[in-house]
């Protein structure tokens, strides 16, 4: 038996809303479900968050004086704490930097340091041949001249050689060195090494850092003590001043380590002959902060290439090696005391080039020789003391053993004694007198002092401002979507292809009631069949 399946339909109006995006759309920064609903206005966001103030003056509730006020508080101290920042930020990118000196237990020295001594007078009057004082008339003043006072006009000499020349013609250590001492033992020339400088021929002791001479104690009598004749009566007259003319008498001493070449015209330091001289050392280990702090060279920074003839970088190889370099540009040769295989400058322009020495090493951290320190050093604090020498007995006795008058004694004769005051050496570190973590603790004080705020408020903040931007953004890339028939009751809402489509009455029950209204009304049958063959359906 057939059965007659009615449906009640409503329909409804297209619906004004369009659907919401897909679940992946409406999650925020802290990952909020699908669904979510709408992102919280101001006042709830200030109710809720944990910076001081800001409940009270931009939370929910009514206006007033009271608000203002809270909110004057609020925008006063934001600017305040703004304003340390600022100051703080300013302090730390100055990047400040002090010297201290390590408390610690002090560290053994590591040996005896290299002493480098030159005699002022660079050449020996005695030594000097006719061509020598010919060559040299630009850099010492003396005339030239033959054998009779006066050089012919056809008379050529030989081309010089500087190297021979400072060799032969400067002071013998064998002549000067009249005793020598080490730690109690006895030392002599052989223990010196020869080194050129811009004072012609000097010597130094303890030179090779492969056999550095260790030192057993400290004070005086346990390093090395030497006595000198400075040999005045070799020095060369003046005729006329130039820029290497020298007026004093006497040697000049550098101590320095043995990696480090002698730069003695201008670290070293005098002495006169009838004092004896007492030099009492330090050994201070330096540490340098690199960049930003500082501009150390740092050991494992390559800048450029290595410096041509030296084992280990330094400040005085550095120099030495500008000073190369500029005489190279301007004179096209290299002085005796620089590095390299270049030819060395004939002595007829020795003034020239070293006058432009001067003139283009000056230029600070941007010139054109900008040498930084090294950001390990050693170096050797000094304390100089004199008493003068001889005294009236050892006068007598001095001349009478080497043949000389008391006057030559007083006049020539010097002593040098350079000792460890102690064997320790001082630890001298550059550390940075305000750091990253002081520049956070500083910032986390006034901020909790001004505003109560902390990492975590900022996070608050943060995420406040992406969810208002990320809901702001979705309304302007939202697409429009079909409009929907929406039910205004509590049936379901189906268009009418839909309807068509869906439904489950046949076409034959449809033409049955062909002509009835599109509402159709409830047909009971009370008369039906048991069982409910015929059922009310709300499609």
Same mark, same amino acid.
């Given at each position: 038996?057939?059965?007659?399946?009615?449906?009640?339909?409503?329909?409804?109006?297209?619906?004004?809303?369009?659907?919401?995006?897909?679940?992946?759309?409406?999650?925020?920064?802290?990952?909020?479900?699908?669904?979510?609903?709408?992102?919280?206005?101001?006042?709830?966001?200030?109710?809720? $968050?944990?910076?001081?103030?800001?409940?009270?003056?931009?939370?929910?509730?009514?206006?007033?004086?009271?608000?203002?006020?809270?909110?004057?508080?609020?925008?006063?101290?934001?600017?305040?704490?703004?304003?340390?920042?600022?100051?703080?930020?300013?302090?730390?990118?100055?990047?400040?930097?002090?010297?201290?000196?390590?408390?610690?237990?002090?560290?053994?020295?590591?040996?005896?340091?290299?002493?480098?001594?030159?005699?002022?007078?660079?050449?020996?009057?005695?030594?000097?041949?006719?061509?020598?004082?010919?060559?040299?008339?630009?850099?010492?003043?003396?005339?030239?001249?033959?054998?009779?006072?006066?050089?012919?006009?056809?008379?050529?000499?030989?081309?010089?050689?500087?190297?021979? +020349?400072?060799?032969?013609?400067?002071?013998?250590?064998?002549?000067?060195?009249?005793?020598?001492?080490? $730690?109690?033992?006895?030392?002599?020339?052989?223990?010196?090494?020869?080194?050129?400088?811009?004072?012609?021929?000097?010597?130094?002791?303890?030179?090779?850092?492969? $056999?550095?001479?260790?030192?057993?104690?400290?004070?005086?009598?346990?390093?090395?003590?030497?006595?000198?004749?400075?040999?005045?009566?070799?020095?060369?007259?003046?005729?006329?001043?130039?820029?290497?003319?020298?007026?004093?008498?006497?040697?000049?001493?550098?101590?320095?380590?043995?990696?480090?070449?002698?730069?003695?015209?201008?670290?070293?330091?005098?002495?006169?002959?009838?004092?004896?001289?007492?030099?009492?050392?330090?050994?201070?280990?330096?540490?340098?902060?690199?960049?930003?702090?500082?501009?150390?060279?740092?050991?494992?920074?390559?800048?450029?290439?290595?410096?041509?003839?030296?084992?280990?970088?330094?400040?005085?190889?550095?120099?030495?090696?500008?000073?190369?370099?500029?005489?190279?540009?301007?004179?096209?040769?290299?002085?005796?005391?620089?590095?390299?295989?270049?030819? +060395?400058?004939?002595?007829?322009?020795?003034?020239?080039?070293?006058?432009?020495?001067?003139?283009?090493?000056?230029?600070?951290?941007?010139?054109?020789?900008?040498?930084?320190?090294?950001?390990?050093?050693?170096?050797?604090?000094?304390?100089?003391?004199?008493?003068?020498?001889?005294?009236?007995?050892?006068?007598?006795?001095?001349?009478?053993?080497?043949?000389?008058?008391?006057?030559?004694?007083?006049?020539?004769?010097?002593?040098?004694?350079?000792?460890?005051?102690?064997?320790?050496?001082?630890?001298?570190?550059?550390?940075?007198?305000?750091?990253?973590?002081?520049?956070?603790?500083?910032?986390?004080?006034?901020?909790?002092?001004?505003?109560?705020?902390?990492?975590?408020?900022?996070?608050?903040?943060?995420?406040? +401002?992406?969810?208002?931007?990320?809901?702001?953004?979705?309304?302007?890339?939202?697409?429009?979507?079909?409009?929907?028939?929406?039910?205004?009751?509590?049936?379901?809402?189906?268009?009418?292809?839909?309807?068509?489509?869906?439904?489950?009455?046949?076409?034959?029950?449809?033409?049955?009631?062909?002509?009835?209204?599109?509402?159709?009304?409830?047909?009971?049958?009370?008369?039906?069949?048991?069982?409910?063959?015929?059922?009310?359906?709300?499609?």
């Amino acid at each position: 038996m057939p059965i007659e399946i009615v449906c009640k339909i409503k329909f409804a109006e297209e619906d004004a809303k369009p659907k919401e995006k897909e679940a992946g759309d409406e999650q925020s920064l802290l990952g909020a479900a699908p669904g979510a609903a709408a992102p919280r206005d101001l006042a709830t966001f200030a109710s809720t $968050s944990t910076l001081h103030g800001l409940g009270r003056a931009c939370g929910p509730g009514p206006r007033g004086l009271r608000r203002t006020l809270w909110a004057l508080a609020l925008f006063t101290s934001l600017a305040a704490f703004l304003y340390q920042a600022a100051g703080l930020a300013r302090g730390y990118l100055s990047r400040p930097h002090l010297l201290a000196m390590d408390p610690a237990a002090p560290a053994p020295v590591s040996g005896f340091p290299a002493v480098t001594l030159c005699n002022i007078n660079r050449f020996r009057h005695s030594a000097l041949s006719d061509a020598d004082i010919f060559h040299l008339a630009n850099l010492t003043g003396l005339p030239p001249k033959d054998r009779d006072g006066h050089r012919a006009a056809g008379l050529r000499y030989p081309e010089p050689d500087m190297v021979d +020349i400072l060799n032969r013609t400067g002071h013998q250590l064998a002549d000067m060195l009249k005793s020598c001492n080490f $730690s109690g033992h006895r030392c002599s020339a052989s223990n010196f090494s020869v080194v050129y400088t811009r004072y012609g021929k000097c010597y130094t002791f303890n030179a090779d850092p492969q $056999s550095s001479l260790p030192s057993r104690a400290g004070g005086m009598g346990s390093g090395l003590e030497i006595m000198l004749d400075i040999q005045q009566e070799e020095y060369l007259p003046i005729w006329r001043e130039t820029n290497e003319t020298s007026f004093e008498a006497g040697i000049r001493v550098q101590i320095h380590s043995q990696e480090e070449p002698p730069y003695i015209h201008q670290l070293g330091f005098g002495v006169s002959p009838g004092f004896q001289t007492f030099v009492s050392c330090q050994e201070q280990r330096l540490t340098y902060l690199p960049q930003p702090w500082g501009n150390c060279r740092a050991e494992t920074e390559h800048r450029g290439p290595e410096l041509q003839g030296y084992s280990a970088y330094s400040v005085s190889a550095c120099r030495l090696r500008c000073e190369k370099e500029a005489v190279l540009q301007r004179c096209h040769c290299r002085m005796v005391h620089m590095p390299g295989n270049e030819t +060395i400058c004939p002595p007829n322009i020795y003034i020239e080039c070293a006058d432009h020495i001067l003139d283009s090493l000056g230029g600070g951290s941007e010139g054109p020789c900008f040498c930084p320190m090294p950001c390990n050093l050693t170096r050797y604090g000094k304390e100089i003391s004199m008493v003068r020498i001889p005294n009236k007995g050892s006068a007598r006795y001095l001349a009478r053993k080497y043949n000389r008058n008391e006057t030559y004694i007083r006049e020539n004769f010097l002593v040098l004694d350079v000792f460890f005051e102690a064997l320790t050496s001082e630890a001298v570190e550059q550390r940075a007198a305000y750091g990253l973590s002081a520049l956070l603790g500083d910032l986390g004080g006034q901020m909790g002092l001004f505003i109560g705020a902390s990492i975590l408020t900022l996070l608050e903040i943060l995420d406040y +401002i992406y969810e208002v931007s990320w809901d702001r953004l979705k309304r302007v890339w939202r697409r429009p979507k079909t409009p929907l028939r929406a039910s205004t009751g509590g049936i379901s809402t189906l268009g009418l292809q839909e309807l068509k489509e869906q439904s489950p009455c046949p076409s034959r029950g449809r033409a049955e009631v062909g002509g009835a209204s599109n509402l159709l009304p409830n047909h009971h049958h009370p008369h039906g069949p048991p069982g409910g063959l015929f059922e009310d359906f709300a499609c």
